[in-house]
């Protein structure tokens, strides 16, 4: 299914009891194919936003519209089954094996035994489970195979909305990392609109293509890319919000290969260097197929950095070996160019 | 009123070991025949009110899960149901009832109302939140939760009410010839100073609820094979 857009028109709730909204006139776009993070501290009413868009928690007022249609036009239960939904403790039915959790929406529509069978299979590779996991209990599974298992739940009969709540707020540091590089990757594949909430900025900045920044009573600070948010915060809070390295984190938006590396001379073994106009004004050794041997003066190159690396783990490295510039090789290990402290703060001009 | 026909058996006459009130597995052997009747007067009482508690109760647990107001009301009066002594239970219900498996049935399912209502809902409100909240969030109805999640995921703790009542309503239903319903007790109390049939009936009432506990036992292991994973 073509992923869905998603627009929040002045939704409010004030809970039962409460004279303070939890989310109060909410107001934002989001087109589809995209990843809206919303992200804040605890009671800035992100959960409850998301939860709105499914219905679990009723709207006091304003509207949330789904491709065009406000959600509140169809019934709850059909409208959750059309978009996908994962939690943070998963929620996997522990009475149901892999096969049985996943297949759950298809069967609520009705699907045919041989079309879920095919589907639960598909599902399960896209999301990097073994096949022979489809029998088991989820309590047979390590967290991160059941935060997958959640994921392909979720996706089961392709919806062209996913709303997904901390998904990976349980996994240990590591795991987390490469789940949310997988789930990039995933999303790579299938473009759905997704609603992600989370309380961690660094994950925002990583999964989010924008973000939105909810502050205490469930008010909108700033709802922006996140190249935008840490290059313009819009106000104190957000600024707080972000951190105090916001600098180094727009570092780690921008990979080796998007900047303009700089030239140094090269040179072969026992030639002489070339003259002209360089960048860098040493010249650097390379091998016959143009590898970075050593700087001619010596000096080790080092560090290596690849097109693929993020700014930040450059900038880190270079720090590490006291050095201002740095070769850069492709993925043969060929020299591509050099990279300078300067390139890191013209890149945050 | 005459509740029972107490026999007075002359045992004069017969081998030393009858004669001499001891436990005689030919007497046993010789006169099994004798409890075949009283013992599935038994089974059927047992099983009947359990299966008949079991449909009030899980009805009534069903309904206080979502208006738990009636929780509170239905612990009482199951509670009160439960304490009264269930010979004062047989007496007042004779006149209203009459003897028979009736009056005996009304009593026994009665005390099995506390054990599974509280089974079923504790049951019930074990069930983790977040597959409940998961469930929800993907589009199941109210009634699809509660038939394909929540009380499959139940199941263990059902079962284990069903067991503990099954159990004890062998042993109260031993009573139940008071009420004129025949069964184990019966045979019992007919020759209550005779160790050979004391031990016999007894020794069958143990049986039974042994029977039906692994019964039970084995249901549930059958149909919770995700426990076992």
Redesign the interface.
């Known amino acids: 299914m073509e992923a869905a857009t998603l627009e929040f028109q002045e939704a409010t709730k004030v809970y039962a009891g409460s004279t303070e909204p939890a989310v109060d006139h909410l107001s934002l776009e989001v087109p589809a194919g995209e990843i809206c993070v919303l992200v804040g501290p605890s009671g800035s009413g992100k959960t409850t936003a998301m939860r709105m868009v499914n219905r679990m928690i009723p709207m006091t007022s304003g509207d949330i519209v789904l491709d065009g249609h406000s959600v509140t036009e169809r019934k709850p239960a059909e409208l959750r089954r059309e978009i996908g939904y994962a939690i943070q403790q998963v929620g996997l039915f522990p009475h149901m094996t892999v096969a049985g959790n996943v297949a759950t929406v298809p069967r609520l529509l009705g699907w045919d035994k041989k079309k879920i069978a095919a589907r639960v299979d598909e599902l399960l590779e896209l999301v990097s489970l073994e096949p022979d996991t489809r029998d088991r209990y989820p309590s047979q599974l390590s967290g991160g195979q059941r935060q997958r298992v959640g994921v392909a739940r979720a996706l089961a009969v392709d919806p062209p909305l996913m709303l997904m709540d901390e998904p990976f707020g349980a996994i240990d540091p590591i795991n987390r990392d490469r789940l949310q590089n997988e789930f990039l990757r995933l999303q790579e594949e299938i473009r759905k609109t997704v609603v992600f909430v989370t309380h961690d900025i660094d994950e925002a900045i990583k999964v989010g293509d924008r973000i939105a920044i909810l502050q205490k009573g469930g008010r909108l600070a700033q709802y922006a890319t996140p190249e935008e948010l840490l290059a313009h915060p819009a106000n104190e809070f957000v600024q707080d919000f972000v951190g105090a390295d916001r600098a180094l984190k727009r570092l780690t938006l921008q990979h080796v290969r998007d900047v303009d590396l700089w030239r140094a001379p090269l040179v072969r073994d026992g030639e002489e260097p070339p003259t002209g106009d360089f960048d860098v004004p040493y010249p650097l050794v390379v091998d016959d197929v143009g590898r970075p041997v050593r700087w001619l003066s010596g000096s080790k190159a080092e560090p290596l950095i690849e097109l693929d690396d993020v700014l930040r783990n450059a900038l880190s490295q270079m720090l590490q070996e006291e050095t201002q510039y740095a070769p850069v090789v492709d993925e043969q290990g060929k020299i591509a160019g050099v990279l300078s402290v300067e390139i890191m703060g013209q890149a945050l001009q | 009123m005459i509740l029972a026909q107490v026999q007075i058996h002359n045992r004069a006459g017969q081998e030393s070991c009858v004669a001499d009130n001891g436990l005689c597995p030919d007497w046993i052997w010789d006169n099994f025949d004798r409890y075949v009747n009283p013992f599935w007067d038994h089974v059927y009482l047992t099983v009947v009110a359990v299966a008949i508690g079991f449909a009030i109760s899980f009805a009534l647990a069903l309904v206080a899960y979502r208006r738990r107001w009636l929780i509170g009301p239905i612990v009482n009066v199951t509670a009160i149901l439960y304490t009264i002594p269930s010979l004062a239970l047989f007496f007042l219900l004779l006149p209203v009832t009459g003897r028979g498996n009736t009056t005996a049935l009304i009593a026994l399912v009665a005390y099995t109302l506390l054990i599974i209502f509280r089974n079923v809902l504790a049951g019930l409100d074990n069930v983790?939140e977040?597959?409940?909240?998961?469930?929800?969030?993907?589009?199941?109805?109210g009634g699809?939760l509660l038939w394909r999640?929540e009380l499959?995921?139940a199941v263990p703790e059902i079962i284990a009410g069903l067991r503990v009542a099954a159990t004890t309503t062998v042993g109260l239903a031993t009573l139940a010839f008071f009420a004129g319903a025949g069964g184990l007790g019966e045979q019992i109390f007919s020759d209550i100073n005779f160790k050979s049939n004391v031990v016999t009936a007894g020794g069958l009432c143990v049986l039974l609820a042994a029977a039906l506990d692994l019964g039970l036992l084995l249901v549930q292991r059958a149909v919770?094979?995700?426990r076992r994973?």
């Open positions: 983790p977040e597959a409940k909240d998961a469930g929800r969030g993907m589009g199941l109805t699809q999640i499959p995921l919770t094979p995700w994973a």
